[in-house]
């Protein structure tokens, strides 16, 4: 094309559509610099923007995107500062925004807003709208030829099963869209979160390698730092106890539980020493969990059989980091035993002060007496109780707290841990940025260190009281370490 305003700003946009956005953003900012009237400009720097925004240039796509104030360009702003907003994790924004474009745009503007509408309601719990949203977008990009683009809603609603747990549907979704990896590196991340989930670790661990080169290369920044943030939070890894100076930091009372070969090792600042082979300690580990559920059930005493199972693996209290497949064990049926993701992990949470901010509690959908008794601690600890709140709504609470109480129904399945509230399901992930310092998960399941622990440990806690045991409702309430199965994880 030309160097007419239309040329370069129509070649902005096929190279941003075809995931070029450092080309794009050339061809961009000389559209910009060409047009001749405000609206040609206006328009031209929304198309900038949405490329600033791939390229992790936020701030200043936003800037630019609220200079628009064409009448007749609001829902395509909207759209724009939706997928902004989506991309960065902003959800409840981007929702709100995505609404507001859908309304005023059509073509493929609507199918843009309609795919970052379908990953905002998906984040936020509203499954079927998402799952609607995405169709959609997938019927108006074939309608218009747009095969690469309907590949790519394809593979996104593959990204929608995963948030609702179905990580063996998203895997199908994803290898039937055959979007090419070499265009939207991203779309490997995705692919890596539900192998883990499903667990194939090393598949995912490459998959990852792969698109932390791609998206490098193409200058994805944001993109990039999702990939690398995968890699640290997704795919296991073993915190090994050579490094002595992380064991010395702990001090006594601490131990490291590590397979090497066969053999288990039980790791101290004192030194190591050999607990049995690795598959028998698993084994009698998984048969202690399950004498645990029934004791749980029962009411019987479950003494004896800790009583042996502690012999076996030589923790007798304090600070205990497991080896994954030791990790969901009930450990607060053994007495005063703390639980801790990994050894740095442990480490980081005994640094953490009190965070000012409110009790909060939060009472979910359908588990009696829940309500009740997050509006009696409320007034106990002159704090704040939500009854049944909506995801979004959960999550800005979780966000201002100081302290967090939880009573709702919950599961844990490989691949899909979550809380039930109103409309949705809370999971690991939406537990991002600050976070309280101390949480109790008076939730079934929930309580499984690499879950939401792990994840409100990252987001700054100290410590977490949940339990990994289906246990009964009538036992949630007064849930606290040693009671049901319940432990503390982090310090």
């Given at each position: 094309?030309?160097?007419?305003?239309?040329?370069?700003?129509?070649?902005?946009?096929?190279?941003?559509?075809?995931?070029?956005?450092?080309?794009?953003?050339?061809?961009?900012?000389?559209?910009?610099?060409?047009?001749?009237?405000?609206?040609?400009?206006?328009?031209?720097?929304?198309?900038?923007?949405?490329?600033?925004?791939?390229?992790?240039?936020?701030?200043?796509?936003?800037?630019?995107?609220?200079?628009?104030?064409?009448?007749?360009?609001?829902?395509?702003?909207?759209?724009?500062?939706?997928?902004?907003?989506?991309?960065?994790?902003?959800?409840?924004?981007?929702?709100g925004a995505l609404v507001l474009a859908r309304g005023g745009v059509e073509?493929?503007?609507?199918?843009?807003?309609?795919?970052?509408?379908?990953?905002?309601?998906?984040?936020?719990?509203?499954?079927?709208?998402?799952?609607?949203?995405?169709?959609?977008?997938?019927?108006?990009?074939?309608?218009?030829?747009?095969?690469?683009?309907?590949?790519?809603?394809?593979?996104?609603?593959?990204?929608?099963?995963?948030?609702?747990?179905?990580?063996?549907?998203?895997?199908?979704?994803?290898?039937?869209?055959?979007?090419?990896?070499?265009?939207?590196?991203?779309?490997?991340?995705?692919?890596?979160?539900?192998?883990?989930?499903?667990?194939?670790?090393?598949?995912?661990?490459?998959?990852?390698?792969?698109?932390?080169?791609?998206?490098?290369?193409?200058?994805?920044?944001?993109?990039?730092?999702?990939?690398?943030?995968?890699?640290?939070?997704?795919?296991?890894?073993?915190?090994?106890?050579?490094?002595?100076?992380?064991?010395?930091?702990?001090?006594?009372?601490?131990?490291?539980?590590?397979?090497?070969?066969?053999?288990?090792?039980?790791?101290?600042?004192?030194?190591?020493?050999?607990?049995?082979?690795?598959?028998?300690?698993?084994?009698?580990?998984?048969?202690?969990?399950?004498?645990?559920?029934?004791?749980?059930?029962?009411?019987?005493?479950?003494?004896?059989?800790?009583?042996?199972?502690?012999?076996?693996?030589?923790?007798?209290?304090?600070?205990?980091?497991?080896?994954?497949?030791?990790?969901?064990?009930?450990?607060?049926?053994?007495?005063?035993?703390?639980?801790?993701?990994?050894?740095?992990?442990?480490?980081?949470?005994?640094?953490?002060?009190?965070?000012?901010?409110?009790?909060?509690?939060?009472?979910?959908?359908?588990?009696?007496?829940?309500?009740?008794?997050?509006?009696?601690?409320?007034?106990?600890?002159?704090?704040?109780?939500?009854?049944?709140?909506?995801?979004?709504?959960?999550?800005?609470?979780?966000?201002?707290?100081?302290?967090?109480?939880?009573?709702?129904?919950?599961?844990?399945?490989?691949?899909?841990?979550?809380?039930?509230?109103?409309?949705?399901?809370?999971?690991?992930?939406?537990?991002?940025?600050?976070?309280?310092?101390?949480?109790?998960?008076?939730?079934?399941?929930?309580?499984?260190?690499?879950?939401?622990?792990?994840?409100?440990?990252?987001?700054?806690?100290?410590?977490?009281?949940?339990?990994?045991?289906?246990?009964?409702?009538?036992?949630?309430?007064?849930?606290?370490?040693?009671?049901?199965?319940?432990?503390?994880?982090?310090?």
């Open positions: 094309m030309g160097v007419t305003w239309a040329g370069l700003h129509a070649d902005a946009l096929r190279h941003q559509e075809s995931g070029e956005p450092l080309v794009a953003r050339r061809w961009a900012e000389r559209a910009v610099s060409a047009a001749e009237t405000r609206r040609e400009r206006a328009r031209s720097e929304l198309v900038l923007a949405w490329v600033l925004h791939r390229l992790g240039e936020d701030a200043t796509a936003l800037d630019l995107a609220a200079g628009v104030v064409e009448e007749d360009l609001v829902a395509q702003r909207e759209c724009v500062v939706g997928l902004i907003h989506c991309g960065a994790g902003r959800y409840a924004e981007a929702y073509g493929k503007w609507l199918a843009n807003a309609l795919v970052g509408l379908g990953v905002a309601a998906g984040k936020l719990g509203k499954h079927s709208e998402g799952v609607a949203a995405m169709r959609e977008a997938v019927d108006i990009y074939a309608g218009l030829g747009e095969v690469e683009r309907a590949a790519t809603c394809l593979h996104n609603l593959g990204f929608l099963e995963a948030e609702a747990g179905d990580h063996a549907a998203a895997l199908r979704h994803y290898e039937r869209s055959g979007v090419d990896e070499r265009k939207w590196p991203e779309v490997l991340v995705d692919r890596a979160r539900s192998l883990v989930a499903v667990g194939l670790a090393e598949d995912a661990e490459r998959a990852l390698v792969r698109a932390e080169v791609l998206l490098g290369a193409a200058g994805r920044q944001t993109a990039l730092a999702d990939a690398r943030r995968a890699r640290d939070e997704h795919v296991p890894r073993v915190e090994t106890p050579d490094e002595r100076h992380l064991l010395a930091a702990a001090g006594e009372g601490v131990t490291v539980l590590v397979e090497r070969g066969e053999s288990l090792y039980a790791c101290t600042a004192a030194g190591e020493r050999v607990v049995g082979v690795a598959a028998e300690v698993t084994e009698a580990g998984e048969g202690f969990r399950r004498l645990g559920v029934v004791a749980v059930h029962s009411g019987w005493d479950i003494g004896p059989i800790g009583t042996r199972f502690r012999g076996i693996v030589g923790v007798e209290g304090g600070v205990v980091v497991p080896t994954p497949g030791l990790a969901d064990l009930p450990w607060g049926l053994l007495g005063d035993v703390v639980v801790a993701p990994s050894l740095g992990e442990h480490l980081a949470a005994r640094e953490v002060a009190d965070r000012p901010g409110p009790w909060v509690g939060i009472a979910g959908p359908g588990l009696p007496g829940a309500a009740e008794e997050v509006r009696a601690l409320a007034e106990a600890h002159g704090g704040v109780a939500l009854v049944e709140p909506t995801v979004a709504e959960a999550v800005e609470a979780i966000g201002f707290a100081g302290r967090l109480h939880i009573a709702a129904h919950g599961f844990a399945r490989p691949g899909a841990t979550g809380i039930e509230l109103a409309g949705g399901t809370l999971r690991p992930h939406h537990v991002t940025g600050r976070g309280p310092s101390e949480v109790v998960l008076a939730v079934c399941e929930v309580g499984k260190p690499h879950g939401f622990p792990r994840a409100f440990l990252r987001a700054g806690a100290r410590r977490v009281v949940g339990s990994p045991l289906p246990v009964p409702d009538r036992l949630l309430r007064g849930a606290r370490p040693g009671y049901a199965g319940f432990a503390v994880v982090g310090a």
